[in-house]
């Protein structure tokens, strides 16, 4: 199955997009998570589906979400969330961490999460966005890597890419907002992030450890 060939039912969006509209990491959303009600239904879908992560809505009003990668349940991830809350127009997203509280300005629809609900990742920083650009794959090693480097430190411009290295399908995420939450608070700036091929993440760390993070959503295929 194709990125966006899916049955009725089903929303793809893009979700961090460039500036000019394009890339952005695919996102499947279930609408009505009725339609799988159990764990395993809902993994053979997302297997079925090949997106890094697929949305299943189990309360549009309450906003109650469930994500799921080709292989796992996630208790949080970044793209899911801001594509969801775009999708629904919620102000908040209700996870088993805890409320992720949602807006948007117009442009981008931002999420504002913590950093410990993150699942662990990697931040590995290199010395030129060139050598991020010119790594062929994913590095030698195992568990979830980002890769990073300043394009302009001074302006908190970032060149990243994402290797899930998790056994799956997904050899690399076009844009992760979890990933991106982690390294605004590693860091304790603001960053406006390019990552893949030419996805943009804008992230803002608050006084109370929270981290905003925000980008541009487009519908692909309305289910």
Request: aromatic share 8%; hydrophobic share 40%.
């Amino acid at each position: 199955m194709s990125d966006y060939d899916v049955p009725r039912g089903i929303d793809v969006l893009r979700v961090f997009c460039g500036p000019d509209g394009r890339h952005g990491n695919a996102l499947g959303v279930v609408r009505d998570g009725r339609s799988h009600p159990d764990e395993a239904s809902r993994q053979l879908l997302a297997r079925r589906l090949g997106f890094s992560e697929t949305v299943f809505v189990d309360d549009p009003e309450r906003g109650r979400v469930d994500i799921h990668t080709l292989g796992l349940r996630l208790p949080f991830a970044g793209h899911p969330l801001v594509g969801t809350a775009w999708l629904l127009d919620l102000e908040v997203l209700e996870l088993a961490v805890g409320d992720v509280f949602a807006r948007q300005d117009g442009e981008f629809t931002w999420i504002t999460a913590r950093p410990e609900w993150v699942p662990p990742r990697t931040l590995q920083q290199y010395a030129s966005a060139a050598e991020v650009e010119a790594l062929p794959g994913p590095p030698p090693g195992e568990g979830w890597l980002y890769a990073w480097a300043w394009e302009d430190e001074a302006a908190g411009r970032v060149r990243a890419r994402a290797f899930p290295r998790r056994g799956d399908a997904i050899v690399e995420d076009e844009a992760t907002g979890a990933a991106a939450l982690l390294l605004s608070a590693h860091l304790g700036r603001a960053l406006n992030i390019t990552q893949g091929r030419g996805s943009q993440i804008l992230t803002a760390p608050a006084p109370d450890g929270t981290v905003e993070v925000g980008g541009r959503v487009l519908m692909a295929v309305r289910g």
